[in-house]
């Protein structure tokens, strides 16, 4: 209450001391009254109260999380390198043999 009569005195010593704010309109930028919003400041939902208790942990899930999944990519990617990998020796073990029985077929028809 004393801070509106304040405000109230303010207003009223620039509207006299300066003409051209005078002729501006006051306007409320707020679309609920201050005490409508007040109201509900002091009582917090229940949504909120919920949300509060697991605000203390969601950092360490958010890390604990974020350590797995990139855990789980560095397994993954590993074992896609060395897959790659196994499959690449295979054919060429393949096309060394492969190439060496042409080799006897060509002599052999050759001869």
Same mark, same amino acid.
């Given at each position: *209450?004393?801070? =509106?009569?304040?405000?109230?005195?303010?207003?009223? @010593?620039?509207?006299?001391?300066? $003409?051209? +704010?005078?002729?501006? $309109?006051?306007?409320?930028? /707020?679309? /609920? $009254? @201050?005490?409508?919003?007040?109201?509900?400041?002091?009582?917090?939902?229940?949504?909120?109260?919920?949300?509060?208790?697991?605000?203390?942990? *969601?950092? @360490?899930?958010?890390?604990?999380? +974020?350590?797995?999944?990139?855990?789980?990519?560095?397994?993954?990617?590993?074992?896609? =390198?060395?897959?790659?990998?196994?499959?690449?020796?295979?054919?060429? !073990? !393949?096309?060394?043999? +492969? !190439?060496?029985?042409?080799? !006897? +077929?060509?002599?052999? =028809?050759?001869?």
């Amino acid at each position: *209450m004393l801070f =509106k009569q304040s405000t109230r005195h303010l207003a009223l @010593a620039t509207r006299i001391s300066s $003409p051209i +704010l005078s002729a501006i $309109p006051r306007r409320s930028f /707020t679309s /609920t $009254p @201050a005490q409508l919003n007040s109201a509900q400041a002091q009582q917090p939902s229940s949504y909120r109260q919920g949300m509060s208790n697991y605000k203390t942990f *969601m950092g @360490a899930f958010g890390k604990v999380f +974020l350590g797995a999944v990139l855990t789980y990519q560095i397994i993954y990617w590993t074992w896609l =390198k060395l897959e790659t990998d196994e499959s690449r020796v295979e054919k060429n !073990e !393949e096309m060394a043999t +492969l !190439e060496k029985k042409a080799r !006897e +077929l060509a002599a052999a =028809k050759q001869k």
